[in-house]
């Protein structure tokens, strides 16, 4: 029975050679027995953030609680404010479109006077001068204290009168209305009769 190798001392690192399976002290550049080169084995490098484990949330409130602390009055303070413009800033602007007068509308805001300015293109009948109808557009005005408010007004053409527009033609209107406390706007276009009924040449005789 061969002897047994003589235990190793406790006090040094010892690994074994690839070459002949021999332990040797760790970190030599030669195995003493079988003379061979040993090369440095690579060991997987871990990220540094795991290294110890994550960080403690002490550590976190810490190293972020700062940033927390200046961030989180400007975000409510945000909120604040899209809620106050949401109820007392915003309305909605609403266009019921006519096939035969198609409206385009802009806006334009000065202090407490909402401006409407826009163009309706008439796709339908002629609607001449001096008859009895006219393209209007009717425009209501909704408040958050329950007033209502209509208006109407005629499209202009750079040739024509108020309210006529022949088919293709396109005419410019414009209208105002107080801004505050409003909720909704809606806009329309139709033909309104002008006669309403009435006779505007009164017979002979009286």
């Known amino acids: 029975m061969p002897d047994m190798p003589p235990r190793l001392p406790t006090d040094k690192e010892y690994t074994s050679c690839p070459h002949c399976t021999i332990q040797i002290p760790a970190n030599v550049p030669v195995c003493p ?8 084995h690579a060991r997987p ?7 110890a ?10 190293r972020h609680g700062k940033w927390v602390m200046v961030a989180g009055p400007v975000l409510l303070a945000l909120v604040v404010l899209l809620l106050v413009y949401q109820q007392w ?21 000065k202090g407490d006077t909402l401006i409407l300015r826009g163009t309706v293109t ?21 408040y958050r ?3 209502r408010e209509r208006k109407t007004v005629f499209p202009k053409t750079e040739f024509r009168g ?19 406390g ?22 002979r005789g009286r």
């Open 122 to 142: 008439n796709r339908g009948d002629d609607i001449p001068d001096l008859s009895l109808r006219s393209v209007g557009i009717i425009v209501e005005f909704t």
């Open 45 to 51: 490098r871990r990220p540094r953030f795991f290294a």
């Open 53 to 62: 484990g994550p960080p403690a949330p002490a550590v976190l409130w810490e």
């Open 145 to 147: 204290d329950g007033r």
């Open 89 to 109: 800033v915003a309305y909605r602007l609403k266009v019921v479109q006519n096939p035969s007068l198609l409206v385009e509308v802009g806006k334009e805001r």
């Open 182 to 203: 409003l909720t909704e706007i809606v806009l329309r276009s139709e033909i309104v009769d002008l006669g309403m009924g009435q006779k505007l040449i009164p017979p």
């Open 33 to 40: 027995h079988c003379e061979q080169i040993l090369l440095p």
């Open 162 to 180: 108020e309210g006529a527009l022949l088919r293709g033609e396109t005419g410019k209107f414009e209208v105002e209305g107080s801004a505050k």
